[in-house]
């Protein structure tokens, strides 16, 4: 296992958390309630073909490139709760509420369109030819903002939208359950990614995906999220000391 590489990476990702933000973040105006609600309606609908895009194509990729059988059983433990135990517990689902609440028609939010010759074709295509460590980097990323910001954002749209508490609760969710997967993450890394060129390739894909899209906006020094800071290398540091007493 590189516990030296997995250090690495955890401070890697800390490092975008800590970037200034840009003027026009969305994330960041949401937060400081400058953000209209025709504006974070339109945001958050931008996202739902490409959640889609990441429950059918991401996640049945990462799962088919697992190195083992053993690996593709602990990856059960991120997929199976982006499908609930039931379709009321389904992540999509949870979102779909949320953009509901902000007045997103329904008939808007198809869950079948077509992945291969719609307008999300090209990162579809990207997906499925990404290797084992491009994989596990570009899911560590979408896991990662979950525990920094997701809390911050329930807050900031129930604060200035009044949305109720079962239309934020995909950030609710998220901000708690992405604490394990993460952790699941930087662990099968460091136990699978440890030539030079595969820990180059998943460093690739993080730089790639938090400086662009939504990750820029939510991978960046946001208010109101210091108070409950989330930092991924001191949990490791903290882990580590308590090994060795």
Partial sequence: MDKEFEFALRNHIDAKFRRPPQPDNAILRLIEGSLSREELRSYFRGMWESLMVFNRVLLARLVEQAPTLPIRCELVEIVNPEFGRNLRDAHPLYFRNFLEALGVPRRDLS???DLDH???AEEVQRIRS?????LVGRILCGESIGP?????VARACQKYHHLP???VAYFAIHSVHDKKD???LFNLAARTVTT??????LIKIVDWSFDRGRY???GCRLPDTEPESYEYAPLFEGRAAVEVA
């Fill in 165 to 167: 508490d079962y239309a």
């Fill in 196 to 201: 030079p060129a595969a820990q180059a390739s």
């Fill in 111 to 113: 869950w079948d369109f």
């Fill in 118 to 120: 719609g307008p999300w």
């Fill in 148 to 152: 920094v910001t997701f809390k911050a």
């Fill in 130 to 134: 990404w290797t084992w460590p491009e």
């Fill in 182 to 184: 993460t952790e699941i």
């Fill in 216 to 218: 820029l906006d939510y």
